[in-house]
């Protein structure tokens, strides 16, 4: 079983949806988590770090379920821009901050 | 603002010889990381370093090396280059402590193809 794991998609969104992407980790010591954002040929850039208490940057909102062992990534109002492949990323080593990465979804928002 | 920069955008060599890619970042970083992405497999860490001198395996070291003589320049060294190496290379730093939620950044990446 992968450490991390996420539909890999494509999600193909009319622009202006609202569109969800889930991911799991396996380890449940892991103790932060991470969207980032990687667009076509382009490095990944941190999108936004995930609480547990659920957090929210404008469009978009991130939850955590330690629980059930997953995170969420919720975009409202989807613009063109937003088209890119979404990452899911947990530390996996605290001391030495070793990150783990998804394979990422791939969201295409269709004019 | 953070720049993490990587020697070369694209890279073609040829199999068994020895190459580098080299990483400078100019914000400090005590860490820092070499990644390979490839499709369907993510990015998946080969070395990182905590400090100068300083290097720790990943996930998949065979057949790299590291090296960090200064604080700003991390290099990855394949020592006999093969065809499987061909991938997409990323460069990253961190700046230590200051809670587990500070960001990687990353370089733009090192397409390396091997012939």
């Known amino acids: 079983r992968k450490e991390v794991e996420q539909d890999p998609g494509p999600f193909n969104v009319p622009e202006g949806a609202t569109v969800a992407f889930n991911c799991t980790y396996s380890?449940?010591?892991?103790?932060?988590f991470f969207w980032y954002r990687q667009d076509c040929r382009k490095e990944p850039k941190l999108l936004m770090s995930v609480y547990s208490s659920g957090n929210e940057d404008g469009r978009f909102t991130a939850q955590l379920n330690r629980a059930s062992q997953y995170i969420s990534l919720l975009i409202r109002d989807s613009k063109l821009s937003d088209s890119a492949t979404y990452l899911c990323v947990v530390l996996r080593d605290f001391g030495n901050e070793k990150l783990t990465f998804g394979t990422g979804t791939r969201l295409t928002i269709i004019p | 603002d953070v720049k993490v920069t990587q020697s070369s955008r694209y890279l073609v060599k040829r199999t068994g010889e020895k190459v580098f890619l080299e990483c400078v970042q100019d914000m400090d970083h005590e860490n820092m990381f070499w990644y390979r992405q490839d499709p369907g497999l993510g990015l998946r860490l080969i070395y990182f370093s905590y400090d100068v001198k300083m290097k720790e395996k990943g996930d998949i070291p065979e057949g790299y090396s590291v090296s960090r003589e200064k604080k700003e320049r991390f290099s990855l060294i394949l020592e006999s280059a093969s065809t499987n190496q061909t991938s997409m290379y990323l460069c990253?730093?961190?700046?230590?402590?200051?809670?587990?939620?500070?960001?990687?950044?990353f370089g733009d990446g090192t397409r390396l193809s091997i012939l």
């Open positions: 990253a730093s961190r700046k230590a402590g200051g809670g587990s939620n500070q960001p990687q950044h």
């Open positions: 380890n449940s010591a892991s103790q932060s």
